[in-house]
């Protein structure tokens, strides 16, 4: 039996495999499918300081490598989140990381503030998604906003602060630094690559916002070039997500520098794949003679 525990950012986790935000809700329902305490953390939907409506129209579409989404971050708020959820969140077996939004700096302090309650071990701060007008994208594009709020949000929290990238930049490396130099203690990646889905015969998008973003095994190639590019780059912990479906490919992201991993869309094909994730990677272990997951974290002979 190989050892598949780690330490991230001071928490204990049974394995290095996190349950993707917006793809696991709260763990409450998913937690009837798989052994919670196999699972290292989970990500909780993302959360602003009040509820968002999200996005009107057609949200989610299937293609034929991934699916597109365009949510909008819909999330009941995190007053309503912390009263009405996090009791039950609290008796799961497993770390639960929140995920937070907001559309300026003062707000994701805010949210970060109103987050930093018991139950909950770090922040994960979305400046990633390109689904909604205002907030989200913005920040994770520019550099100097990102590092605003990493810093706004680090200033508002003793809890570890994980700054989720966005892959719709041309330099991921610069976002990076920047967070990094801003105090964030880890940073994840990807969220979405931008795309359209055309619906030929009305000659219209399908999806309500016409863009959403591309998830599941389309993206992996791209999300783990920006995990190999990232994880040089900076000191801190880096968590790759992106496209895993299998024990196999956490082996590759975490060969490419990644200390944790997350699974999001195939969670939503197969609600039991974050526990067939790891019980492969236990396997791959074994016939790799690897005694500790750890070891083999930046091990890519580039
Ligand atoms: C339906 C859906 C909702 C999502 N909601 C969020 C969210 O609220 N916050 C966030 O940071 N990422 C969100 N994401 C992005 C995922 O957490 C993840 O970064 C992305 O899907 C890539 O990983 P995957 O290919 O394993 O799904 C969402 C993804 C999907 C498919």
Redesign the pocket.
């Given at each position: 039996m190989s050892s598949l525990t780690v330490n991230y950012l001071g928490i204990p986790m049974a394995s290095p495999v996190i349950g993707?935000?917006?793809?696991v809700g709260y763990g409450l329902e998913l937690s009837d499918y798989i052994d919670m305490k196999k699972i290292g953390a989970l990500?909780?939907?993302?959360l602003a300081p009040t509820p968002w409506k999200g996005n009107e129209g057609v949200?989610?579409v299937e293609t034929t490598s991934?699916?597109l989404?365009c949510?909008g971050?819909e999330?009941p708020g995190a007053p309503w989140f912390i009263q009405h959820y996090l009791p039950e969140v609290r008796k799961l077996p497993t770390a639960f990381i929140a995920?937070m939004?907001g559309k300026s700096v003062e707000e994701y302090a805010e949210c970060a503030r109103m987050l930093t309650v018991p139950g909950i071990s770090a922040l994960?701060v979305?400046i990633?998604?390109p689904n909604v007008k205002e907030g989200g994208a913005a920040f994770g594009t520019d550099p100097a906003q990102a590092a605003a709020v990493t810093r706004a949000v680090k200033d508002a929290t003793t809890l570890p602060v994980i700054v989720?990238l966005s892959p719709n930049v041309t330099d991921i490396v610069s976002i990076a630094k920047a967070v990094e130099d801003a105090g964030a203690d880890s940073i994840?990646?990807?969220?979405?690559l931008l795309g359209i889905a055309i619906d030929t015969r009305t000659r219209r998008p399908i999806l309500g916002n016409i863009t959403g973003?591309l998830?599941?095994?389309a993206?992996?190639p791209v999300?783990l070039r920006m995990v190999w590019q990232t994880a040089k780059a900076v000191h801190i912990p880096v968590c790759g997500?992106?496209?895993?479906?299998t024990g196999e490919d956490v082996v590759e992201f975490m060969m490419a520098g990644a200390s944790t991993v997350?699974?999001?869309?195939?969670?939503?094909a197969d609600p039991t794949a974050m526990e067939r994730i790891v019980n492969e990677m236990d396997e791959w272990c074994d016939k790799n003679n690897v005694k500790d997951i750890n070891e083999i974290v930046g091990t890519l002979k580039d």
């Open positions: 993707a935000s917006g793809t990500s909780g939907k993302g949200r989610v991934g699916m989404n949510i971050l999330n995920n939004v994960e979305n990633s998604c989720k994840s990646l990807i969220n979405t973003g998830s599941g095994p993206i992996k999300a997500l992106g496209g895993i479906m997350q699974v999001g869309t195939a969670n939503l």
